[in-house]
């Protein structure tokens, strides 16, 4: 049973635009939801995390939007530039769990 | 500080053989946690640990051994490899209860079994 689900798979986009990332869950329990940036041959980074007290949370270019009632949560990246190509996860977890569960990716391409 | 650090980065086994994947931090967390990455699945936890000789298993624990004896080493062992293990592992560590839920992830390591 997947937990959270993640779309789409890949995304390409101009520079400038504004590529979305939505991802579902199903565990109610669920109470921290980040977002890791991963460059190829890397680990994955923390890019951007949110609690389900906000609706919204902005850092720099980077916001992510909660919906409780509807158990989804999206990545908006304003006016993205190449160095965004990367692989974006999703992830949820419980009260501060170490169990942090994970979508299962989405390719990003920022063409020049 | 280094972070985390994995070694080796690259690794070729043979059905059967064990090894061990290394992990280390030096940040003084107190969690510490394995995943796998396996195309289009996403990162699964194996193991985690919440201290020195506390560990729990994960989403994906079989075939797998972990241990903590002291806080800043967290090695994984795969006692006999098997070719569903071929993966890219990571490790990764955060504070502890109570403190930020960041996880930094160490540069993992790509095993195959063959």
């Known amino acids: 049973q997947q937990q959270v689900k993640q779309s789409p798979q890949s995304l390409i986009v101009q520079k400038g635009g504004i590529p979305i990332i939505n991802c579902a869950y199903e565990?109610?329990?669920?109470?921290?939801f980040p977002w890791y940036q991963q460059f190829p041959g890397k680990g994955p980074a923390l890019l951007i995390a949110?609690?389900?007290?906000?609706s919204e949370k902005k850092e720099g270019r980077f916001t992510i939007s909660f919906n409780k009632s509807a158990k989804q949560f999206s990545l908006h990246i304003m006016d993205s530039q190449p160095g965004d190509s990367a692989t974006y996860f999703c992830?949820?977890?419980?009260?501060?769990?170490?169990?942090?569960?994970f979508g299962k990716g989405t390719k990003l391409t920022v063409n020049p | 500080n280094a972070g985390v650090t994995q070694t080796p980065k690259f690794q070729v086994l043979k059905t059967g053989q064990s090894m061990t994947l290394q992990c280390a931090q030096d940040m003084n967390h107190e969690y510490m946690s394995w995943y796998r990455q396996d195309p289009g699945m996403g990162l699964r936890l194996i193991h985690y640990s919440v201290g020195a000789g506390i560990t729990d298993q994960g989403e994906v624990p079989n075939g797998y051994n972990v241990s903590r004896s002291t806080t800043e080493d967290f090695p994984l062992r795969l006692l006999s490899a098997a070719p569903s293990q071929t993966s890219v592992y990571f490790c990764?560590?955060?504070?502890?209860?109570?403190?930020?839920?960041?996880?930094?992830f160490g540069p993992g390591t790509r095993l195959t079994v063959t």
């Open positions: 992830a949820a977890s419980t009260g501060g769990s170490e169990k942090l569960v």
């Open positions: 990764a560590s955060r504070k502890g209860h109570g403190s930020s839920y960041e996880q930094y």
């Open positions: 565990n109610t329990a669920f109470d921290y």
């Open positions: 949110i609690r389900p007290d906000v």
